[in-house]
C-alpha cells in the first residue's frame, strides 16, 4: 500500500456505537488488530500515525472518549505533545499504550488515565478501555 493512503486517517464506524477513541499508533499491523477487536465490542475508531495527526484530530473532533497514545512515534511522539492533548482535550481518557514500559513510572505515567505495557496484549488494553469508559 502507498505511504500516501496508509498515512490516511481511517474512520470505522460500527452501528449502535457510543464511545469514540482515537489510537495514535504508527504501528499499521497493530492498529488492524486493534480495530478488530474494538469494533467486536461497538466502539467507534479513528487512527492517527504521528502526533500531528492526532492534534489536528483532537482540534477538529470534540467528542472523543478516549485516546489511546502510542509514546514514540515518527515526526511527533506522545512525548512531546502530551500537555498539548490534554489541554486540547481534557474530558477524554488517556491511556498510555506504549512499548517502553520504564514510562509508567514518569510524569507521563502517572498523569494518564491508564498505562498499558504492549507486552500485556490488546486484549489488556481492552479491558482497561472498558474500564474507564464503562
Not at 486493534?34 to 465490542?41: G, K, N, P, V
Not at 500485556?120 to 479491558?127: M, V
Request: hydrophobic share 40%; proline share 3%; glycine share 4%.
Amino acid at each position: 500500500m502507498p505511504a500516501d493512503k496508509r498515512e490516511r486517517k481511517r474512520l470505522i464506524k460500527v452501528n449502535n456505537s457510543h464511545k469514540k477513541i482515537v489510537i495514535a499508533d504508527d504501528n499499521y499491523e497493530l492498529c488492524d488488530v486493534l480495530r478488530t477487536i474494538f469494533e467486536s465490542e461497538n466502539y467507534e475508531v479513528e487512527f492517527v500515525h504521528d502526533g500531528f495527526s492526532l492534534i489536528s484530530y483532537l482540534k477538529e473532533t470534540q467528542d472523543v472518549d478516549a485516546i489511546i497514545l502510542d509514546l514514540i512515534m515518527p515526526r511527533k511522539g506522545g512525548l512531546s505533545i502530551f500537555e498539548t492533548i490534554r489541554s486540547i482535550s481534557p474530558a477524554s481518557k488517556l491511556i498510555i499504550y506504549t512499548g517502553y514500559p520504564d514510562y509508567k513510572h514518569s510524569v507521563f505515567g502517572r498523569e494518564a488515565d491508564a498505562f498499558v505495557d504492549k507486552t500485556q496484549g490488546a486484549e489488556r488494553l481492552l479491558e482497561v478501555l472498558k474500564e474507564l469508559l464503562d
